[in-house]
């Protein structure tokens, strides 16, 4: 990885999360970074990690691929604490609109929606971004109205 690639949080108290350095695969991931560790976003969540690529919260979905089905296995890749709520993000170029993410997008929700209504302690929120929506979702997110937010992604790929 470059070195190009790092970025410093200049305020430590800004950096909540259990580890003290974040990976981050893609551009996309590293600009959600800068973001989430910007003090006024930072302000308004208890804590966050950013997930590895795999094994770590694993979500299994199928897509139709021509005559065939797949079967896919993904990790969202952030978990935003806010006070008994989490909200769960995967990160996706602008361009990402496919039958792949849309399934993941519609598996995700699925989950999160049974764990929801499994047990009552934490509410689940996911979101699947690109950046065309980070300035939207994090007014949503420091606003307290994450339950009310959809990305532009998301519309996209529901019309798919």
């Known amino acids: 990885r470059s070195l190009s690639a790092l970025i410093e949080v200049t305020n430590s108290y ?3 999360t259990p580890v003290n350095f974040v990976f981050t695969s893609h551009e996309p991931e ?3 970074v800068k973001y989430l560790f910007d003090q006024r976003n930072a302000n308004s969540i208890d804590a966050c990690i950013k997930s590895p690529d795999t094994g770590f919260y694993e979500i299994e979905y199928f897509w139709r691929k021509g005559e065939h089905f797949k079967r896919g296995i993904f990790n969202p890749d952030y978990f935003i604490k ?3 709520n989490f909200l769960i993000v995967e990160i996706k170029a602008d361009t990402d ?3 792949d993410n849309k399934a993941k997008m519609n598996y995700a929700r ?3 929606s049974r764990l ?3 047990q009552s302690k934490h509410k689940y929120y996911f979101n699947m971004l690109s950046k065309e929506s980070y300035d ?3 007014k949503f997110m420091r606003e307290g109205n994450y339950d009310k937010f959809k990305s ?6 529901e019309a798919v």
């Open 152 to 157: 532009t992604l998301e519309a996209k790929l």
């Open 82 to 84: 806010i006070g008994t």
């Open 97 to 99: 609109v496919s039958e």
């Open 116 to 118: 929801n209504t499994i």
């Open 30 to 32: 590293r600009l959600f």
């Open 14 to 16: 800004c950096f909540k």
């Open 110 to 112: 699925e989950h999160f």
């Open 136 to 138: 939207q979702f994090f």
